[in-house]
């Protein structure tokens, strides 16, 4: 990561904090100083509390309150049982419920997909019908109003659901994935109603011209549906039907959205291998070989509902959705002739890519922090913003075509590319030129995205685009590509990409002209993937995704050079967008790598500027419970039994550690009233009694809405049965960097930090680290010296 | 895993165990008892110490001694002090290396993949072109003995050259890698003679005409390749290049095998997205969006590699090395048409493969053990035993065909298609038919491995076979399958299964006949895939392989029904063919699932049952390091220092856990001369003066090899700057399955229990796990009660 780009994040996520501070400064009332009411405290020494820990994100251009999820398995002793108790039948039912839903989320994904298809291809395809007949007619300002007036009326629509329904549904939401798959949770992102505004308004919005595309909206889609199936509803942690109850964990739903996610790639590109390999490489944080079979079946499911719909629809049944829509590169006529001399235009794009794309990167961002600030001004402001942008979209679009000379036709073109055409698609828009001409400009400009890229990345037509429309054409959607991603639609980041770049790779094959024999199609598609790789970062899934819509392997070596050389370039300078975007939203996110500073910190230090740990006896007073669980936030508390004799022999009057009970598990006892009058353990029919392990999955409740009575407060609860017995633990010496390792690698919610001493009156557990005590940027707030050695090296 | 095949895999494993006794008691001698030498028990309770941990392994059918690999960074003051001190530019050299590293591996990889195919198809060219010279003058005899002793001095030369050279060289190599990718160090397994011999070897053997296929045997020469760049040279840990000294560790070497095993996948099926997917799927343990890349870059290079070979080969000038040779699968002429129906022939295939392969597991067990009593006679029996099967192979290929009834020509062939040939390759050979007629035996039997799979999948030729002449080849087939793996030549395990499979597919296919639409040649690839799958368990990369050969995306349904009903069905029966070969050889490879009954297990109750840890002083006496050295064969101990004051405030006289120290780090400071006279702390420069990072880097060196005098015997070393400060760490309470999570997710070497009390006089550590304790066969050695919890809950 440059360091010019840490920077610039910092000093984002500083803005945003700054923008939100009532927000923040309502949460820290509770946050800030929990032990201030109570007398908690029981660590030793305790030097300043500073490590921020704010588990605030920005989404939907909203604070929402954020939560991790508990992919480690609890294992206290009623779940312990369930796993005991649970019969062959039972695990059977578990494993082939597991391939019923991936199979429902392909299924579902690919319908979907294919219905998203048909209402773009036929709404923009009638409306530009009407518009090119009053263009035939020379009535111009008629057509310009009658396009306005479509366009405006769909992003309307568009918006207004997003705006007032479901403001997580604007947005590709990719980053929301990326971060659900490691670990967070950000609320209201895989809902009933997100999925199905994000389905309209992605529709409108496609429809509307607007520059964004259908692929990123298609990941969240089938991501939305994993999570919906696998919960069996809409509603969280509430799993009714019987099959469903052992999905009912957050670890299952990971490995649902991660084939949700991969469904969605594959469904955007028609590219099964891609899309396990997209989850793979970008989306996933964990991955086993098992998800890796079950995700290529999601895929595969995917491919065979969209070759069905296609071939029904070859049949003319689908309006005006033809060859159209689903196949988008099709480049596979061309054939690929390439010397070593070639290397170096490629090389060039592949410079270019690298550049332009974490130049967009730097400005998409401050675009991004901009409307941000406007965004949060209200609803009405969202809503004239996307109307805005629409307005000018539409404008640009419908009137630069008229700056375009008229070219005449080639006559030596193959028969089955018409010239000059004016039906819904085509090669050779006639627009306003006289019969047997084309205006360039109106073939990119006045059609759907999808079309557009078709035109663009068209072979064996080397002389079809002038420069000076190219030019047009890309300065417009740089200018578009910055100003649509951030308004209040569905937004997919991969079409405005492919569009930018092919037209500066075609810009470049023009220029190479006589000196290539690569085909100017072909090198509009390797400008599209370097701007992607300069942008997005991604490599192999970008790569295979080329290679499967190509079907080509003679493109892989130079693809991959473009690739290679795109990314490297673009790492020099900022992160790949979604991490920005994931930084702008608050989203903490574990990186895969420790920084190299963090191998100098131990994780000691790091617990010691933390607010004391706050422990629970074994047997502990309900007022106690009450106290703690109302005056932190922590989710998480270490059980302690003081005083035992452990069976090691010559040792009286040591501190045992029992585990780490969920503040989840102890809302469920106080709930059920597991109260006990004296200080006792419990037996073990007298815990299966009062819970069995499927409601202690259900993790719902607020301790507010307990109501405790006075006499109560005086009992106690045995939090043995409820503990988890189980906990990570790390010792103080460890370093930060392989606590993160740790933490990232297993999927810890909470992790003990031990003391390396051995003594009575040492407290067994002297820290709990969460998700917000590894981050990079937490700890560089409290420790700025580390991002001083850190510049000083890089200096030497 | 059935249940069936475990105890099948114990009662081997036993087997092994019995029949290498006096192996193994030499080793016990060291092994059994460390500590009744010296009085190092520090531990207060111990009850027996039964738990199994003997580090042999059976490899190229000899006892070995097997190491453990350090993926866990040393985080000890000398190597905290180099990367500090590693400059920007050294970072860049670092990265920089790693990609001319990775592409030179696929460049190397590629070169050597395509002088083997030269080498065969030529040797084998020639030989079957005299062959047929004798027959077509009816010389039946002399053309056996010719036959027959090129077969046998081929053989002879691949075979003495594994016997005594490169033991390891023998077999496949593949279940040797993925133990190495999880941490398993098998001794020469990737030297500069093992690979040289693999190549030779793998020529004479695959020339022969024996039963195997040379893309295990590729995959395990560019895992060499790999490994010999990075260190520099065939010597281990003794990398001398300035520029290689970074990749000086397990890490590294780790991440370049990975990259040199897709390449070799990649060489062998020219799949290069195949290639990658099969190291991520089958033999990786731990994988890093950074590795794909960098593997897929690999495996590119190799395409690029194979492509320019082929296309100089094809204007003539590799000798007979023409079409044949790398372009294995042909069917991409074939048009794919299938309705619903045909999802039950299909859906048989996928049965009789997942049947056939767990049988073939099944039996391929017993023979290999079988073998194993005989190569363990000596070398000459080795020898022989590789001999016989050629001699049985030879004349099983040359005489069976003449059971075979001459077919007519079918003149409706395309003029492409010559009917009979009595050239170098072809579909149709003439052998002892009269003119215009064919035998389909000798098509099958009497050509490379390579050709009879491209003539068993041709398509568009339904009547090319008689049922009886595909039986016989199938019945013979499978026993070559059986008897000829476990010989003492390089052997690999694709092909035969290819074989095997694609004969039952085109059967299967012939039987359905005209109640499908679907290719005889296609129901022999679906074939092959469903034996793969049976055997090796393999999904998603197969799947791929299929994907790339084919170039057809309209077969991925169908190929992948077939796949996951193979699997499923083989599942039931025994593990993978991969997982047989890795217990049979005793290699200690940790599964990626814990077995559920570990979670009823804590590792305190684990490290009751092991000999009680023996630790160190942080300052400590010469003579003691040089007792423990001797008298033990661990490879790490903790060092503690007692009687220190922690900061923590009002507790006196605590024990301090220091870290971790291990053997090779000892004995360097041993070796360096690293001797203090009074027990103190030592100072930064001391330390630095005696060592540098790059000597502590390098592991060479037994304690035997250290002579130290009765006076150093008596002076102190200090270990705290030599020790790993940051170990991980366990509670005693965590489940054995949750530790093995731990260890498997972060790639540890050694794991160290501390108590869950805390009081003075508990032991800091109470335990240390390795790689050998948490294998589930050794645990049920010592609590076979598990096993029977287990059966019981089976039996529910």
Chains 1, 2 share one sequence.
């Not at 529709?203 to 595309?213: E, H, Q």
């Not at 309006?319 to 070639?342: E, K």
């Not at 004016?422 to 400009?441: E, I, V």
């Not at 599209?528 to 493109?555: D, K, W, Y």
Request: charged share 20%.
């Amino acid at each position: 990561m440059g360091e010019s780009s840490l920077n610039l994040l910092e000093s984002a996520t500083k803005n945003i904090k700054m923008e939100e501070e009532e927000e923040v400064e309502r949460e820290e009332e509770q946050e800030i100083d929990p032990e201030s009411n109570n007398p908690l405290n029981q660590r030793l020494i305790k030097r300043s509390r500073t490590l921020s820990s704010s588990p605030l994100a920005l989404v939907g251009e909203k604070v929402s309150y954020i939560e991790s999820l508990d992919y480690e398995t609890n294992e206290n002793d009623l779940f312990k049982d369930g796993w005991r108790s649970r019969s062959r039948i039972e695990v059977l039912q578990y494993i082939f419920m597991k391939w019923v839903l991936a199979f429902l989320v392909g299924l579902l994904t690919g319908i979907i997909a294919t219905l998203i298809n048909l209402a773009v291809e036929n709404i923009a395809g009638y409306k530009f019908l009407a518009v090119l007949k009053f263009i035939n007619r020379e009535r111009y300002l008629e057509g310009f109003l009658y396009f306005m007036g479509i366009n405006f009326v769909l992003t309307f629509v568009a918006a207004i659901l997003c705006v007032c329904f479901a403001p997580t549904a604007a947005g590709p939401g990719i980053p929301e994935i990326k971060a659900y798959l490691n670990g967070v949770d950000t609320p209201n992102m895989f809902g009933a109603t997100t999925m199905i505004v994000k389905i309209i308004g992605s529709i409108g919005a496609v429809s509307a011209g607007l520059d964004l595309g259908k692929e990123g909206p298609l990941v969240h889609i089938g991501s939305c549906i994993a999570s919906l199936l696998g919960q069996g509803g809409p509603d969280n942690y509430k799993v009714k039907w019987r099959w469903l109850r052992y999905f009912n964990n957050d670890r299952d739903r990971r490995d649902l959205i991660t084939c949700g996610a991969s469904s969605g790639v594959c469904a955007a590109f028609r590219s099964p291998v891609g899309g396990v390999l997209f989850a793979l490489e970008e989306v996933a944080t964990w991955w086993r070989s098992a998800l890796l079979w079950r995700t290529f079946f999601c895929t595969a499911v995917v491919v065979v509902i969209l070759r069905a719909f296609i071939e029904i629809c070859n049949s003319g049944k689908c309006g005006l959705f033809g060859a159209g829509g689903l196949i988008m590169f099709d480049v596979s006529n061309v054939t690929v002739r390439y010397h070593v001399m070639d290397i170096l235009p490629v090389a060039v794009i592949g410079i270019i890519g690298g550049l332009l794309g974490s130049l967009y990167n730097h400005l998409l961002h401050k675009v991004l922090r901009l409307y941000n600030l406007i965004n949060q001004k209200g609803k009405m402001h969202k809503l004239l913003l996307s109307l805005a942008v629409v307005l000018f979209t539409s404008a640009c679009q419908y009137g630069l075509p008229f700056l375009a000379k008229c070219t005449p036709c080639n006559p030596s073109l193959p028969e089955s590319e018409l010239c000059p055409t004016n039906g819904r698609s085509g090669n050779f828009k006639q627009f306003n030129c006289p019969p047997g001409h084309y205006n360039d400009l109106a073939t990119l400009l006045l059609t759907t995205n999808d079309d557009a890229v078709r035109n663009i990345f068209s072979s064996n037509t080397p002389h079809e685009y002038q420069t000076s429309s190219l030019l047009i054409f890309f300065a417009l959607y740089c200018i578009l590509g910055l100003i649509t991603f951030g308004i209040a639609v569905p937004t997919g980041l991969f079409l405005p990409i492919i569009l930018m770049g092919s037209a500066y790779g075609r810009l470049v094959g023009m220029l190479m002209g006589p000196h290539t024999k690569i085909d100017q199609g072909l090198f509009a598609v390797l400008g599209a993937a370097s701007l992607m790789a300069g942008s997005m970062r991604m490599t192999v899934s970008l790569c295979v995704i080329f290679l499967e819509l190509t079907s080509n392997l003679l493109l892989l070596p130079i693809t991959m050079i473009v690739l290679l050389i795109a990314k490297t370039v673009g790492d020099c300078f900022n992160p790949s967008i979604y991490e920005i975007i994931l930084h702008l939203k608050g989203l903490p996110f574990m990186d895969a790598n420790p920084e190299s500073w963090m191998r100098n910190l131990t994780v000691g230090e790091l617990v010691d500027v933390k607010p004391a740990v706050i422990s629970l006896q074994g047997v502990e007073k309900v007022s106690k419970i009450v106290d703690v669980l109302k005056n932190t936030t922590h989710n998480g508390f270490p059980v302690m039994d003081d005083g035992v004799v452990p069976p090691v022999g010559q040792v009286n009057g040591a501190t045992e550690l029992h585990g780490l009970i969920l503040r989840a598990h102890l809302i469920q006892a106080l709930k059920k009233r597991f109260f006990l009058k004296e200080r006792r353990r419990t037996e073990e029919w007298e815990v299966r009694e009062k819970f069995t392990w499927v409601e202690l999955a259900e993790r719902e409740g607020k301790i507010e809405e307990v109501a405790i009575t006075r006499e109560e407060m005086e009992m106690f609860v045995d939090l043995h049965p409820l503990t988890n017995t189980t906990p990570f633990t790390v010792l103080e010496s460890i370093s930060v960097a392989k606590a993160m390792i740790l933490f990232r690698q297993v999927g810890l919610r909470h992790l003990l930090v031990v003391p390396k001493y051995q003594a009575s009156g040492v407290c067994p557990v002297i820290g709990i680290l969460t998700r917000q005590d590894l981050l990079a940027y937490n700890i560089l707030t409290v420790f700025p010296h580390l991002a001083k050695s850190k510049n000083r090296q890089k200096r030497n």
